[in-house]
């Protein structure tokens, strides 16, 4: 089944649920987990993850929430934000013999084989859950969904029409905005800065056109090197991570977008190729546990400069 409707009927029948969050969980995922748990309050709710964010660390705070802990076996397990069971790392295991799994999930693309999904495009996880909750006006959950909704479009940035209409919902008298965008503002760290400079002497720039790609290799702060090459002028991003599990992240400006770049496609793509997993949103997205990690990059490379010269392979 794949509707709201039925995924508010799992949620309803369900008495022990666990929620999984993809790795490092950031507010769209962790947000999401809060907003139901706390729906749901009056049943056995716990939420896991293989670690979180510092963004989601800040949310988890402010709001002062917990993840919870089940006190048996859960009897229905609800995946959130994760296009495939890899992206969940240690958590994986979790699914294993369960035969009540649910999955609500905004990217393109899905590798889950689950009873129950609410699936569809949107510019992230939040605006799926609040219509799975049926648009509650609990100031709580709505501001643990403003806060996904605004770190998963680069506050604001990549937001669309049905964002701006979703969030319009959502904020109230009772709901400070401007605090909640400005929540995740942090100060670059000197580490952020040195991983910084690190990328900047290794990248090598590729002209496409009238458009730049810039590839470059890092060991941390894979997204925050690339937000910062976009900034400096780059129209692609393409960072390479080969000391964490091998991970290829992608970012995209608009420029490329409108050009016709979808690095989520793109990524997918390579991932399936490379007997990996790759997925994300066409402005961002990421490749990890490819076969072989040279070719993988050079492809995503390859089709990025290809499709901004005006072809495809």
């Known amino acids: 089944m794949s509707s709201c409707e039925s995924m508010r009927l799992f949620l309803e029948k369900s ?31 716990s939420i896991r993850c293989d670690g979180i964010s510092r963004s989601a660390s ?3 705070q402010e709001l002062d929430e917990s993840l919870g802990v089940l ?36 990217h393109a693309t899905t590798a889950f084989d689950a009873s129950v ?19 509650p006006r609990d100031p709580v959950i709505r501001t643990a969904l403003i806060a996904g909704i605004v770190t998963d479009t680069g506050h604001l940035r990549y937001a669309t029409r049905d964002t701006f209409a979703t969030l319009s919902e959502m904020v109230g008298d ?15 760290s000197y ?12 990248m090598r720039v590729v002209r496409a056109g009238s458009y730049i790609v810039v590839k470059t290799s890092i060991g941390s702060f894979e997204s925050f090197i690339a937000r910062n090459i976009l900034n400096l002028g780059a129209d ?31 990524m997918h793509e390579v991932g ?27 492809r995503v490379l390859d089709t990025v400069v290809t499709m901004l010269r005006g072809k495809r392979k």
């Open 15 to 45: 008495r022990h649920l666990l929620i999984l969050c993809h790795s490092n969980a950031d507010p769209d995922a962790l947000g999401c987990a809060l907003s139901i748990k706390r729906h749901y309050s009056k049943k056995d709710v």
């Open 272 to 298: 399936l190729e490379f007997d990996g997993d790759g997925g994300g949103h066409p402005p961002a997205a990421g490749a990890k546990n490819v076969s072989d990690f040279k070719s993988a990059t050079d």
């Open 71 to 106: 006190s048996v076996a859960p009897d229905a397990i609800l995946v959130l934000d994760t296009s495939s069971p890899a992206l969940l790392e240690g958590c994986k295991d979790l699914l294993a013999g369960t035969d009540n799994l649910a999955v609500i999930d905004h």
């Open 191 to 202: 580490s952020q800065r040195i991983a910084l400079f690190k990328a900047l002497q290794r």
């Open 236 to 266: 692609v991003a393409i960072i390479v991570n080969d000391k964490k599990g091998q991970r290829i992240v992608g970012r995209a400006g608009t420029r490329a977008i409108e050009r016709g770049v979808d690095l989520s496609a793109i």
């Open 117 to 135: 999904t609410y699936r569809r495009c949107a510019t992230s996880n939040a605006e799926l859950v609040w219509e799975v909750l049926g648009k």
């Open 58 to 60: 800040l949310l988890l």
């Open 174 to 188: 009772d709901i400070n905005f401007q605090y909640i965008y400005t929540m995740f503002r942090e100060e670059v």
